[in-house]
Every structure is written in C-alpha cells, then in structure tokens.
C-alpha cells in the first residue's frame, strides 16, 4: 500500500466546523469594536465643537451654528474627520429651538448615525452648553 499524502474528508469538514464557529464568534466582537470607536471619535469631536463654542462665545457674546468649513459662513471654520463624517450627521441646535427651559446662550450638538452604516442601531449622542451628554441606544457616552 501506498503512503498516503493529504487530508481525510473529515479533517477538512472538522478544520471548516472550527473556522466557522471562530468567525460566528469574532466578526459580530469585531463589528462591536468598530462601532464603539466610531462612537469616540464622534464624542471627541464633539467635545471639540463644544470648546470652540465656549471660546466663541468670549468673542461673539453668542453661540454659532455654523461650524463646518462649508457653511456659507464658517465662524468656527473645522471640518469633521472623516470617521465621524462618513458615520455621522453633526448639527448645532441654538437658544430656544433647543433647549426651551434654559435662558439664551445656549446650544445642543447632535450626531445622528446615518442609515445604512454600522452606527445606526447605536443611537444619536447630544452634548449641550451645560456638558450633560446623553446617548440614544444606552449610557455608552
């Protein structure tokens, strides 16, 4: 008889069982993993937004909504990094359209995941004038 070179039938389906039940544990791990990420960088770059509009104030005696290098006038002139733009819709709500309880100046930022992307099931975060934060989906803020 022949040496026999190779694998078996069952070695194969055993090696494919094991790499399965390894990818149905790690891809839905790893997809959590992108979303909480996505969700920092969105934080961060709200708490940045949120500093410029302090800083704004000093200058201006009033918030502004136009952060983004886009509007047509650019008072806090950034530009969203590329991991928050492509997950997220950031927008700035002032005074009274907002927060109707508390007095003027005040303002809301909100990132709201756009559909389709892995953030959407993650819910919209909002940082206000006061620096509460809250986070739509849970307390993940």
Not at 32 to 58: H, S, T
Request: net charge neutral; with cysteine; hydrophobic share 45%.
């Amino acid at each position: 008889m022949k040496d026999a070179k190779g694998f078996t039938l069952i070695e194969l389906m055993i090696a494919v069982a094991i790499i399965g039940i390894l990818a149905a544990v790690a891809i839905p791990q790893y997809t959590q993993y992108i979303v909480r990420g996505n969700r920092a960088a969105a934080q961060a770059f709200m708490m940045d937004i949120a500093n410029r509009e302090k800083q704004y104030l000093l200058d201006a005696r009033s918030y502004t909504a136009n952060w983004a290098l886009t509007d047509p006038t650019p008072n806090l002139a950034m530009t969203a990094p590329a991991d928050v733009s492509r997950n997220y819709t950031i927008t700035i709500c002032l005074d009274a359209a907002c927060t109707p309880a508390t007095s003027p100046p005040s303002f809301k930022i909100t990132a709201t995941p756009i559909a389709g992307k892995p953030q959407a099931d993650d819910g919209a975060l909002t940082l206000d004038d006061t620096g509460a934060k809250t986070h739509g989906a849970a307390t993940n803020w």
